[in-house]
């Protein structure tokens, strides 16, 4: 198990951009793919995106394609999510991922992060 922590939520207007963070604290935590997922109040947990180990590739879901990007520095065991042009519809607690391939993080198989909040105001 890796334990996650996530950084950066907050409270941005529309058309505004937050930087996620994710930290984890295992010594190979380099060596998991990572993801981000989100849920908003009375809906199911949704995909986001995810990136990949030890091939860095990179999905993002279709409702945040060209807005969130995802990427790592290795370095700092830190998985960062960029999200631009925000909408009111991005509202969410935001979750951290880690699993041994991108296949287990899309399939919620994995750590999980405490979350954090994001609200985009109109």
């Known amino acids: 198990q890796v334990h996650l922590v996530e950084s950066g939520g907050g409270l941005v207007q529309v058309g505004g951009s937050l930087r996620l963070s994710c930290t984890a604290s295992a010594l190979t935590a380099s060596k998991y793919a990572m993801g981000w997922f989100r849920q908003a109040p009375g809906k199911e947990r949704e995909f986001v995106a995810v990136?990949?180990?030890?091939?860095?590739?990179?999905a993002v879901a279709n409702s945040v394609r060209g807005r969130f990007t995802i990427s790592k520095d290795d370095a700092k065991n830190t998985v960062y999510l960029q999200m631009n042009n925000l909408k009111s519809e991005d509202t969410a607690v935001y979750y951290c991922?880690?699993?041994?391939?991108?296949?287990?993080?899309?399939?919620?198989?994995?750590?999980w992060g405490q979350g954090t909040q994001v609200t985009v105001s109109s």
């Open positions: 990136i990949g180990w030890p091939r860095i590739a990179t």
């Open positions: 991922a880690a699993a041994a391939n991108t296949a287990l993080v899309r399939a919620q198989q994995g750590s």
